[in-house]
């Protein structure tokens, strides 16, 4: 019906239980609700606030490269033939395969020096993204990264209204 103030009066008065189905009411907001996008970012950073923090891609690439600096270097190919035969000579006693007495040739102290290298661990990589990154952090640790994976991740503060209402 048109609203007016008899309509209203009399619905209030003597009819209250009609005035729900009779008259449109706003209905009352409740204390703390979202009602603007700055009160869900507001929640949303503390939300976030409250979280462990996750490792960040520079954290990651420090553990990585910790790790790798404690790998054995590989062994230089050398670029003469005295270089070549130093490096020869620093290979384990199986991997001097060359019997003495016979020509240290440069191709084949080489080729040992090869083998050797082939057999020590490759270094893990250190650049690319977070997410990169901690693949390779979990091939030397997964128990560290296991642990990351547990933690929530922060709620994003950025898009529509309808955005943030949907990430809460």
Known sequence: PV?????????????????EAEFSVEPEIPEGAFTTTATLREFIDAH??????LLSADDIKALLEEY???LPSQMPLGASVDETYASYEQLPEEFQRIENGTKHTATAMKACIKEYNV????????????DALLEQLAIINPDLVAQEA???????????????????
């Open 3 to 19: 609203l007016d103030m008899g309509n209203l009066v009399h619905a209030l008065a003597l009819q209250p239980e009609n005035l």
């Open 48 to 53: 976030n606030a409250s979280l462990p923090a």
């Open 68 to 70: 790798n600096a404690t």
């Open 119 to 130: 057999t020590l661990p490759a270094p893990v990589k250190t650049s690319g993204s977070r």
């Open 150 to 168: 547990q933690k929530s991740s922060p709620l994003k503060v950025s898009g529509t209204k309808a955005d943030l209402i949907q990430a809460v």
